[in-house]
């Protein structure tokens, strides 16, 4: 006699409540940076890799390591410094005299959770050493292909009030991060807390999730629906940052030399369907990818001189854009009949 499935409803209620169980855990060590805490579960759920900026203090680098012991399975922790080579990251094969050959010596990067700790202070030979790994899940060293674990997430972190002795990442890495999450200065009752915490012992984590169950969590996301007209609406988001003209723009025409890459409405639909599950919903709102469209868009614009000379930024592009561009009113994930 064959086991009745597991009716939808009751799926989505246990996803939530692991989500729930592991975002609690995390929360047991961060005070606060609610929104960055979100996102770094989107980019679990959604299996991509994730790009956290913001001035030293704020809680980054824990924020990775307490997601990671949560999640358990393995992770490496990488600091990037200007005179790592790529050979540090994904290894390189080793001649043993005793047997006249050579053997494949393995570089952290072969683990289930990478964190590379102020990636911008390592040259661009480094930095796009993780291209193939971030892209293909695999490394190439000499002659052969070795696949890394699945899943494989990259997190990196980095500090944008710096320049001595930096390296801006290249637009094709910085291209393959799902989302890039900017984190500002908790509030004042969130750094009392903060305060409080660092005048105790630290406080022991426990794994609440497996690796199946977040390989589980990560399958159910393609079971997310997302209405045609709201990939539309993604892709117009995009659209606009490349043809501001053609969006009644104009204002922002001279400030962008290079607009999203198909991988901006990609990233934003993928991650609005994560953040759906994250709110036990199985399907995606205009307000689902609203919220996350500057996270997905903002690294992948190229400003130009003006902008820059002007001090504008990537964020105050998108601000225009989605003034702008009208998200699709929606009742329940189906348009709404003219």
């Known amino acids: 006699m064959s086991m009745p499935e597991t009716p939808p409803a009751a799926e989505q209620a246990d996803h939530r409540t692991q989500l729930e169980e592991a975002l609690v855990e995390v929360k047991r060590v961060i005070a606060g940076q609610d929104e960055m805490l979100e ?25 990775i390591k307490t997601t990671a012991a949560v999640l358990g399975g393995t992770f490496r922790r990488v ?9 540090d990251l994904v290894g390189t094969r080793i001649y ?10 393995e570089g ?3 683990c289930n959770f990478l964190l590379a700790d102020e990636i911008n202070r390592a040259p661009a030979k480094v930095q796009s050493a993780l291209l193939e790994v971030m892209q293909e899940r695999q490394v190439t060293i000499g002659h052969d292909t ?18 001595e002795g930096t390296y801006p990442l290249p637009e094709a890495q910085v291209d393959r991060f799902m989302l890039k999450i900017v ?7 969130e750094e009392l807390t903060v305060v409080q915490r660092s005048l105790v012992a630290p406080t022991q984590v426990r794994q609440v999730l497996e690796l199946d169950s977040l390989k589980a969590l990560q399958q159910a996301v393609l079971g997310v629906y997302v209405d045609p007209s709201l990939i539309s609406y993604a892709v117009s988001l995009a659209e606009a940052t490349r043809n501001p003209a053609a969006f009644e723009l104009g204002e922002i025409a001279g400030l962008v030399e290079y607009g999203a890459s198909p991988r901006g409405p990609i990233a934003l639909v993928q991650s609005a369907r994560a953040l759906a599950l ?12 609203r919220s996350l469209a500057k996270d997905a868009l903002r690294h992948r614009l190229v400003l130009t001189y003006r902008a820059l000379a002007e001090q504008r930024t990537a964020d105050d592009v998108l601000d225009a854009v989605l003034a ?14 003219a």
């Open 96 to 105: 043993r005299p005793d047997t006249g050959g050579f053997d494949t010596e």
């Open 39 to 63: 996102r770094v579960l989107v980019c679990l759920v959604a299996g991509g890799h994730l790009l956290i900026e913001g001035v030293p203090g704020l809680a980054k680098t824990l924020t």
């Open 146 to 163: 070795h696949l890394v674990p699945d899943p494989f997430l990259v997190m990196a972190t980095q500090n944008p009030i710096e320049s």
């Open 108 to 110: 952290p990067v072969f």
């Open 79 to 87: 600091q990037f410094t200007p005179d790592l080579v790529p050979s």
């Open 278 to 289: 994250v709110h036990g919903r199985d399907y995606v709102l205009g307000a689902d990818l």
């Open 183 to 189: 984190v500002g200065y908790p509030s004042r009752d």
């Open 324 to 337: 702008t561009v009208a998200a699709p009113p929606l009742e329940l994930g189906r348009p709404v009949a």
